[in-house]
Structure formats: structure tokens, C-alpha cells
């Protein structure tokens, strides 16, 4: 069985922060000649919502698109394929560990509307790391020339983890967009995620392009944030009834029904988000801000 190591590198490590042990992939299985977009948030703060309904956004627009959930959960992308797929750490242990053994059909699957899905999985508690999961499933979809085919990537990242192993979608994204609401503890770990981009764009070019306000009638939180580090909103979702009830019934906000009240706004909201991010953004000049002053700006008095 393949050893879970975190790598100590001389040349690169510096850049990801001074005396930082972080995972680094391969060079041969960095991703080429795609967009990959890497979503993080607050654990809870509706990132999996957010990309797979993205996702469609995507296919909608003609492009061939590949959603990769990088959680244990492996929930990503339940709404797409209507079932928890198996992940790729599963599969593997499957075959003890021989790749090669593997089928295109043995770990992605085709969900609504054309969008192939992959759930990296994680490795068992404490005793691995998740850019080595992350690292695998890279390494399986070049192996079956799967990139080659796709248009846009989206990974899906756990939580607001930003070590070297969660930390690892970066070293593939061409851009980071980061999912939030309009309350203290989500701009709180932001600010945090952003600070984690920022240092992997010094060496792996990830340009942070902004963040999605999710489950908030208002942002004057973010806004007072934005206006402060220099971060932009380029879409906001309102607490709308019908994105709840779509999780519950396993679909997308792009399968439910017409008659559904906000429903076309929502998709066409998607679709404008989607085609923004196809476009030539702009990269941020983020200036993450220290705790103390998240706390000045937006905490209790």
C-alpha cells in the first residue's frame, strides 16, 4: 500500500509560508489546457450547493465539465448523480492499491446534464493526508486521459481547511473562489482561506478571483470586509426555500420545477456567475487582515 507523506521541499516550500511542511504534487500531474477552479468555505456554508449547481451553470453554457468532491463525507456531488458514489480511496483499497487495475466507470460517474463526477474521498482519520488523496485522483484521471476531454474542473474543498493536504487543490486551480455568508464566523475563516491562497499563488499562480454571498438577505458584513482587503462578491444567493428544498430532493436548482417560486432568477444567477468566471477576471490584490482586526471591524464591542 502506497505511504500517506506530507513532503518537506527545499526549493518550493518557503513560498507556501517560512518552515512549512506542505504536500506537493508531482509535476506530471499538474493539470493543463483547463480552467480548475478550487471552492472553499466555511464547513456548512453550502460550498457543495454551490458547485454543483456551478457545475451545471457550466454544462449549460457547452462546456465539458468534472466535479471532484475532496471531502470524507464524499457528498459533493449527491445532487448530480443522486447517489454517494464511491471515492477514489475506495476503489483503490478495492484493488489493493494497483491503479492499473482501475476502469474509467470504476470511480467517475455522469451526472445531470453531462457533468462527470469524482469523489476523491479521505483518508481514514489521523493517519493520512488529503493532498495525497487529492494527489491519487489527479494521477487517475491523466492516467485515463480523462483531462484531456474537460473543459472546466471544479473540486469542491472540505471546509475552511487550509494545511498543506486540503490546501493541495490550489497547486492545480488556475482560480479560487471562496463561498461565504454574511456573519462574523464565515468572513472570519475567509479570511483565513484567503491568506492560504494567496501564499500557493507565489508558486503556483492560483489567482484568488472572489467570493459567493450564500444563505444572506444582506452583506453588509462582507461588504464592510470587501471594502477593507480589496475582495469582491461576484454573486449573491439569498436563503431561498427552493435551494433547501433542492438538496432534499437530491436534484440541482436546474431540475426543479418551473412553477417554483425565485427559480429562474436562481438559475440565471448561476448561469451569469459561470459565464463571469469563463471570463478575463481580474486577479484581486487580497490583503488578508489580522484576527484582531476582523474583530475591530466586525466583532462584539
Known amino acids: 500500500m502506497t505511504t500517506m507523506t506530507a513532503v518537506r521541499s527545499p526549493q ?45 451553470a457550466f454544462s449549460k453554457l457547452g462546456k465539458r465539465v468534472l466535479q471532484i468532491g475532496c471531502d470524507p463525507k464524499h ?5 448530480l448523480t443522486k447517489h454517494l458514489v464511491p ?9 489493493d492499491f494497483h491503479p492499473e487495475e482501475l476502469r ?4 467517475v460517474y455522469e451526472g445531470y446534464n ?19 488523496v487529492v494527489g491519487q485522483t489527479v494521477k487517475l484521471l491523466k492516467e ?3 483531462l484531456e476531454e474537460t473543459d472546466v474542473v471544479i473540486f469542491d474543498v472540505l471546509g475552511d481547511v487550509v494545511c498543506g493536504g486540503f490546501a493541495s487543490p490550489l497547486q492545480h486551480a488556475t482560480k479560487a473562489l471562496m463561498v461565504t455568508a454574511n456573519d462574523f464566523d464565515s468572513v472570519f475563516a475567509m479570511n483565513r482561506i484567503a491568506g492560504a491562497i494567496q501564499a500557493k499563488n507565489k508558486n503556483y499562480g492560483v489567482e484568488l478571483v472572489g467570493c459567493v454571498a ?44 418551473p412553477s417554483v417560486p425565485e427559480i429562474e432568477q436562481v438559475q440565471q444567477d448561476y448561469i ?14 487580497v490583503k488578508p487582515m489580522k484576527d484582531r482586526e476582523i474583530f475591530d471591524l466586525l466583532g462584539f464591542e
Do not use: W
Open 12 to 56: 518550493r516550500g518557503k513560498g507556501d509560508g517560512e518552515g512549512s511542511v506542505q504536500y506537493h504534487q508531482d509535476p506530471k500531474n499538474t493539470i493543463q489546457g483547463t480552467e480548475v477552479f478550487a471552492v472553499y468555505g466555511k464547513g456548512g456554508i453550502g460550498k457543495s450547493t454551490t458547485s454543483s449547481n456551478l457545475s451545471v
Open 75 to 79: 457528498d459533493s456531488t449527491f445532487t
Open 87 to 95: 471515492t477514489v480511496i475506495d476503489v483503490l483499497e478495492s484493488v
Open 104 to 107: 474509467v466507470d470504476d470511480f
Open 114 to 132: 453531462g457533468v462527470m463526477c469524482v469523489e476523491a474521498g479521505g483518508p481514514p482519520p489521523g493517519t493520512g493526508c488529503g493532498g495525497y
Open 144 to 146: 485515463h486521459h480523462l
Open 214 to 257: 450564500n444563505r444572506s438577505e444582506k452583506t453588509d458584513q462582507l461588504d464592510l470586509y470587501n471594502q477593507a482587503t480589496g475582495l469582491k462578491t461576484l454573486a449573491h444567493f439569498q436563503d431561498h426555500d427552493v435551494i433547501r428544498r433542492s438538496r432534499l430532493k437530491k436534484s440541482t436548482l436546474f431540475e426543479m420545477e
Open 272 to 285: 451569469d456567475l459561470a459565464r463571469s468566471l469563463l471570463g478575463d477576471l481580474p486577479p484581486l490584490n
